[in-house]
């Protein structure tokens, strides 16, 4: 997708103030993130970590007691807070869209993780009313930031026209764990809840013209699963075929996690650490660059964005677009599944 500079007007005061609902590993990263600026910058620093609103009491004191900020009881209570002015949004999936619908009816700026919404239609309602109030609505795709994502962008033109990939990951879990990530009511339908894996695809291939999907769950009880395995081969108005695997959960014996492209003049294979040009007999090694420090990078170009009005790397629209195609794989598994 092109990258776009959405270009609100510049922030009018800074420091912008800071809340985060979430106590995950990406709250926490962009927690420590916010925290080492205004430890560097001191009262110079664009941005300050005020609150945060977590999903328990005793994770939520933790956190603030960590970060040396304040505790908010609620996510409803933190977006109508009136000393705040950006929101980041890093729970459950679930909750997405209703948190943003209500920091946006709040008069807040926001930064959500991937997906904006289970649902298209209120993603897109989300988008809308973020134009209509001014406000920045960026929806985190941190994948086309990573080393990995630039690497394979780099080395595209070195195996002329692509006409297939294939994006594999595969996650090991013995046993797995009991979390929200395994819940389809919290987490969503595998490619929706994991969207950055279609989100490679249609930033490198652009539109897709047709999907097709199956599934399998492992499940233990009503809304809890032990592994699950999704496939979706999507045709891309270009005429690439791509095809993506994501599995996890103690089914899986071995993890993996390899990206190959196929062209007309060479192959390229990338794992998260090395990529290979295999062209014939020859074999050329090339860089991936570290994947560390990503939500850092993404809160920085946010907060630079408000300030400074320099560019993003990724538009809401884009997510929805891709959120879009998640969906129709979810329901073209259903169409398979319950059809007759």
């Not at 664009?46 to 945060?52: C, G, H, I, K, N």
């Not at 929200?180 to 994991?194: D, I, K, M, Q």
């Not at 062209?279 to 990078?297: D, M, N, P, S």
């Not at 969906?327 to 599944?337: G, I, M």
């Amino acid at each position: 997708m092109t990258q776009i500079n959405l270009s609100p007007p510049l922030f009018s005061t800074i420091p912008i103030r800071v809340g985060i609902v979430g106590t995950g590993y990406a709250a926490k990263a962009r927690a420590e993130a916010l925290k080492r600026n205004e430890q560097f910058l001191g009262n110079a620093a664009q941005a300050f970590l005020v609150t945060v609103a977590g999903h328990t009491p005793e994770k939520t004191a933790a956190f603030s007691t960590t970060f040396q900020i304040q505790n908010t009881t609620s996510w409803q209570q933190l977006v109508e807070r009136e000393d705040l002015d950006l929101v980041i949004i890093s729970t459950i999936n679930r909750d997405h869209g209703l948190i943003a619908r209500a920091a946006l009816e709040n008069d807040k700026h926001i930064i959500v993780e991937y997906p904006l919404s289970l649902d298209p239609t209120e993603a897109k309602s989300l988008i809308s009313l973020a134009a209509k109030n001014n406000k920045l609505l960026h929806v985190e795709h941190i994948e086309l930031l990573g080393g990995l994502h630039n690497a394979i962008k780099q080395s595209l033109s070195k195996i002329g026209k692509i006409f297939y990939a294939r994006y594999v990951t595969i996650n090991s879990k013995q046993p797995a764990p009991q979390k929200w990530t395994y819940r389809p009511s919290l987490f969503g339908f595998p490619f929706v809840g994991a969207l950055s894996r279609l989100h490679r695809f249609t930033d490198l291939f652009g539109q897709v013209d047709a999907v097709n999907c199956q599934s399998q769950f492992w499940y233990t009880e009503v809304d809890l699963y032990k592994a699950c395995l999704c496939t979706a081969q999507l045709r891309f108005n270009n005429d690439v075929i791509g095809e993506v695997v994501y599995g996890k959960g103690e089914t899986f014996w071995h993890s993996e996690n390899v990206f190959t492209l196929y062209g007309e003049k060479g192959t390229l294979i990338f794992t998260p650490q090395q990529g290979q040009l295999l062209q014939g007999e020859k074999i050329q090694t090339i860089e991936v660059g570290a994947r560390r420090g990503l939500f850092a990078k993404d809160t920085k170009m946010v907060i630079d964005h408000l300030s400074q009005r320099t560019p993003l790397y990724v538009t809401p629209e884009a997510s929805l677009y891709t959120l879009k195609v998640a969906d129709l794989t979810r329901k073209e598994d259903h169409r398979k599944n319950y059809s007759g």
